[in-house]
């Protein structure tokens, strides 16, 4: 049962452009949810949070939106930058389920130049 | 530095060989994490460890053991028994408190069994 789920496994888009990332979960008892970054061969870095009674927190060229009627968030990075080519997974925390975090598939980027 | 390390960084293993995968941190963190990463897939638990002498199984245990005796160290023995051990191996570490969601991961182990 796959609890958070990112429909789209990949996304190309422009230098410049806004890239948005999806992410789907089912469990309404998560607390956080976090993005990560990740590189081929290297371990994720961790991107941006926001917490389940906040809509929106904003770091620089990352939001991350929060819908929880809709059980859906999404990260907007705009504007977009080749470096931000990689692979970005969506990841839900709920302490009272021993401190574990539930990822998603992953969603490929490719910013073109 | 701060920070944790996975060694080596490709492992080549024969079938039917047990292997083990080191991770140390000196974050000093309460708990540490393993995951495991197939090719087009995301993250998913294997263990976890909130404190010292202290395990839990996480989405796929099987054929996988591990074990705490130092705070700093949280070593994943991949056995004979796993059936597809071919994958890219994270270990993961946290503190433990309210508010305190966010793991930092290592560069990750590359396992190859042929």
């Known amino acids: 049962d796959q609890q958070v789920k990112q429909n789209s496994p990949s996304l190309s888009v422009q230098e410049g452009r806004i890239s948005i990332l999806n992410c789907d979960y089912t469990?309404?008892?998560?607390?956080?949810f976090l993005w990560y970054k990740k590189y081929p061969a290297e371990g994720p870095t961790f991107l941006i949070s926001?917490?389940?009674?906040?809509d929106k927190n904003e770091d620089g060229r990352f939001t991350v939106f929060l819908n929880k009627s809709a059980k859906h968030l999404s990260l907007h990075i705009v504007p977009s930058q080749p470096g931000d080519s990689a692979v970005y997974f969506c990841a839900a925390f709920r302490g009272a389920a021993g401190n574990k975090l539930t990822f998603g598939g992953g969603t490929r980027v490719l910013v073109k130049p | 530095d701060g920070g944790i390390t996975q060694s080596p960084k490709y492992l080549f293993r024969k079938e039917g060989q047990n292997v083990t995968l080191s991770c140390e941190q000196n974050l000093n963190h309460d708990a540490m994490y393993w995951y495991r990463q197939d090719p087009g897939q995301g993250l998913r638990l294997i263990y976890y460890?909130?404190?010292?002498?202290?395990?839990q199984k996480g989405d796929i245990a099987e054929g996988y053991s591990v074990s705490r005796e130092k705070k700093e160290s949280f070593p994943l023995t991949v056995t004979s028994a796993q059936k597809n051990p071919t994958a890219f191996y994270l270990c993961?570490?946290?503190?433990?408190?309210?508010?305190?969601?966010?793991?930092?991961f290592g560069p990750g182990t590359r396992l190859t069994v042929t």
């Open positions: 993961a570490s946290s503190i433990l408190g309210t508010g305190s969601y966010e793991q930092y």
């Open positions: 469990n309404s008892m998560f607390d956080y």
């Open positions: 926001i917490s389940s009674i906040k």
């Open positions: 460890s909130q404190i010292v002498n202290d395990f």
